[in-house]
């Protein structure tokens, strides 16, 4: 069965540091999005992708953060200069054509 | 706006246990519906969906029903077991446009034998 695939599945990163990580969605979806969960809290949205462009983000995608589908397969999320807050587990997902966001493994980011 | 309410845990039951959690919603227009499962050390799992007022999502023994009347969608199963210890979340897809999911916090579940 197809699946979102994330890597790396740990990140350990100094502040001020950038990181990129990176996503497989399912080969056949149109629809990306990055999520994230700060321990024991919520998952939260951050961005969707949709056709080469951001359709919508959220106020904690400011201007430290980008998202890129630089060929046909990959989706990455750049965090320019990291901060201790932005330390999370960050979920890709992607969409076809029904309502259902299917969700990768997550990348743990610890910022120290 | 939207938003999800999500039964607080941690929650503890018995093998064979009856579960419960309970969610429920704000949103605008006709949402989607779905919990979501996340077992230790792994990522969201799709659990069931609902995609209209008074369906029945159903997997692996769980059931939710998508009641418009109350705004929930409250996660049952009637006899639980251990491999059933995980986190649970709700959530709502506003509509079928590709916007972002609403999460509810989560809520953790251990069944102790």
């Known amino acids: 069965e197809p699946e979102v695939t994330q890597t790396p599945s740990h990140q350990v990163t100094q502040m001020g540091q950038e990181v990129i990580l990176r996503c497989v969605p399912i080969?056949?979806?149109?629809?990306f999005y990055w999520y994230r969960q700060i321990l024991g809290q919520k998952v939260e949205f951050l961005v969707s992708?949709?056709?080469?462009?951001?359709?919508?983000k959220s106020e904690i995608f400011d201007d430290q953060f980008s998202v890129e589908r630089p060929d046909g397969s990959n989706f990455t999320l750049k965090i320019r200069s990291t901060k201790l807050e932005d330390s999370a587990m960050y979920f890709c997902?992607?969409?076809?054509?029904?309502?259902?966001?299917?969700f990768g493994p997550g990348t743990r980011l610890l910022v120290l | 706006g939207n938003s999800v309410t999500q039964m607080e845990g941690p929650v503890t039951l018995s093998e064979e246990a009856f579960l419960t959690i309970n969610c429920t919603y704000t949103?605008?227009?006709?949402?989607?519906l779905f919990w979501y499962v996340q077992y230790p050390g792994e990522g969201l799992q799709l659990l069931l969906k609902?995609?209209?007022?008074?369906d029945k999502g159903s997997n692996k023994g769980f059931e939710a029903t998508y009641r418009k009347e109350t705004t929930s969608f409250h996660l049952e199963k009637g006899s639980v077991q251990v491999s059933d210890s995980a986190v649970y979340f709700c959530?709502?897809?506003?509509?079928?446009?590709?916007?972002?999911?609403?999460f509810g916090t989560g809520t953790s579940l251990t069944v102790i034998p």
């Open positions: 949103a605008t227009g006709y949402p989607s």
């Open positions: 080969s056949n979806h149109l629809y």
């Open positions: 997902a992607s969409k076809g054509e029904s309502e259902t966001q299917y």
């Open positions: 609902a995609t209209k007022a008074d």
């Open positions: 959530a709502l897809s506003p509509t079928n446009t590709g916007n972002q999911f609403y």
């Open positions: 992708f949709y056709n080469n462009e951001i359709s919508e």
